[in-house]
């Protein structure tokens, strides 16, 4: 793992980050679920932007022209790395119809951009098996288990539905915070540990951003 120093999540994994202590990279997210417009779910939209510590570690060396400015193609390599890395983490997306869980295909889409010295990545997951929303209710976390990434979704429009059937709602509940103690034991776990014993994963799991989604 350590030896995996290829991309922006590929670094995280390695405990390469700027941050010493769980959690090690912190996310500003937002979901779109994306429908065919017939009722059928068939993705989930990603756009992550990566904190401005981060964001300067990982970029750094990717300017090949010299311009000053990091284009879409000269960040494209790294975000190919990013998405094939996620794969290994679920992509931090959990989406469950009742107990089921829904698996996804590789990304179809996916590109990073730079604003205001911010990194940001936009990916595509298809659904291996598209949901016929009829009456139907799903829900997708978007978090790290082990809590190395802290995903905080944004203010403004966490959560979209993206051509849903008439009369499809959100519910929207954002992420809590550890206690003290459990901060405090969270911030001494070293950048080169990728699991939690099941007491931490527990509280971790309270950390997950939820999004309900129901049909008519």
Do not use: H
């Given at each position: 793992?350590?030896?995996?120093?290829?991309?922006?999540?590929?670094l995280i994994l390695t405990g390469a980050s700027p941050a010493a202590a769980h959690p090690h990279v912190f996310v500003d997210a937002r979901a779109e679920l994306v429908f065919d417009g017939k009722g059928t779910l068939t993705a989930i939209r990603h756009v992550w932007r990566f904190d401005d510590a981060f964001s300067a570690f990982a970029t750094q060396g990717l300017d090949q022209n010299g311009d000053g400015q990091l284009s879409r193609e000269e960040l494209q390599p790294l975000a190919k790395i990013n998405v094939e890395s996620l794969k290994e983490y679920d992509y931090f997306t959990f989406l469950k119809q009742g107990?089921?869980?829904?698996?996804?295909?590789?990304?179809?889409?996916?590109?990073?951009?730079?604003?205001?010295?911010?990194?940001?990545?936009?990916?595509?997951?298809?659904?291996?098996?598209?949901?016929?929303?009829?009456?139907?209710?799903?829900?997708?976390?978007?978090?790290?288990?082990?809590?190395?990434v802290d995903f905080e979704l944004v203010k403004d429009e966490p959560a979209l539905l993206v051509n849903s059937p008439?009369?499809?709602?959100?519910?929207?509940?954002?992420?809590?915070?550890?206690?003290?103690?459990?901060?405090?034991?969270?911030?001494?776990?070293?950048?080169?540990?990728?699991?939690?014993?099941?007491?931490?994963?527990?509280v971790t799991s309270q950390l997950a951003n939820r999004i309900g989604v129901k049909c008519p």
């Open positions: 793992m350590i030896l995996r120093l290829l991309g922006v999540l590929a107990d089921k869980r829904k698996g996804f295909k590789l990304p179809s889409e996916y590109w990073l951009q730079v604003n205001d010295g911010l990194l940001t990545l936009f990916y595509t997951l298809p659904l291996i098996e598209p949901i016929k929303m009829g009456g139907a209710s799903l829900e997708l976390d978007v978090y790290d288990p082990i809590f190395f008439t009369g499809c709602s959100l519910e929207v509940v954002r992420k809590g915070a550890p206690d003290g103690a459990a901060a405090a034991i969270l911030g001494q776990i070293p950048a080169t540990e990728r699991e939690l014993p099941a007491e931490l994963r527990a």
